[in-house]
């Protein structure tokens, strides 16, 4: 996850933010959004409207940045739904009018 945050295109349209169980704040958080596994990624829009919630491990990595990369080309569709987006089986975003095909690849 650490190299996602590091990534040049990617933080020009998202803020990252760790957060560590050690705190109760943080504890409190990931108990009322449901937070089954850890490592987890969760994306907000900028109005504090979820988009997005997924396990993060290690081998989601490619996903995840295909994810992120999609929801940044597709922002204004993104927008519009205004409400957790939904995830394909094999764990890529689905944005309503973008093809899921068009979506993977980006």
Same mark, same amino acid.
């Given at each position: 996850?650490?190299?996602?945050?590091?990534?040049?295109?990617?933080?020009?349209?998202?803020?990252?933010?760790?957060?560590?169980? =050690? /705190?109760? =704040?943080?504890? =409190?958080?990931?108990?009322? =959004?449901?937070?089954?596994?850890?490592? /987890?990624?969760?994306?907000?829009?900028?109005?504090?409207?979820?988009?997005?919630?997924?396990?993060?491990?290690?081998?989601?990595?490619?996903?995840?940045?295909?994810?992120?990369?999609?929801?940044?080309? /597709?922002?204004?569709?993104?927008?519009?739904?205004?409400?957790?987006?939904?995830?394909? @089986?094999?764990?890529?975003?689905?944005? @309503?009018?973008?093809?899921?095909?068009?979506?993977?690849?980006?």
């Amino acid at each position: 996850m650490c190299r996602l945050a590091d990534d040049k295109d990617l933080k020009q349209h998202f803020v990252f933010a760790k957060a560590s169980l =050690e /705190h109760a =704040e943080v504890k =409190e958080w990931v108990k009322a =959004e449901g937070i089954r596994g850890i490592p /987890h990624l969760s994306i907000y829009d900028g109005t504090a409207v979820k988009l997005l919630g997924m396990g993060a491990s290690f081998k989601k990595v490619d996903t995840i940045k295909s994810n992120l990369r999609t929801i940044a080309k /597709h922002k204004d569709a993104v927008k519009q739904q205004q409400r957790l987006l939904d995830l394909d @089986p094999n764990f890529f975003v689905m944005i @309503p009018g973008v093809p899921t095909a068009v979506a993977a690849s980006t």
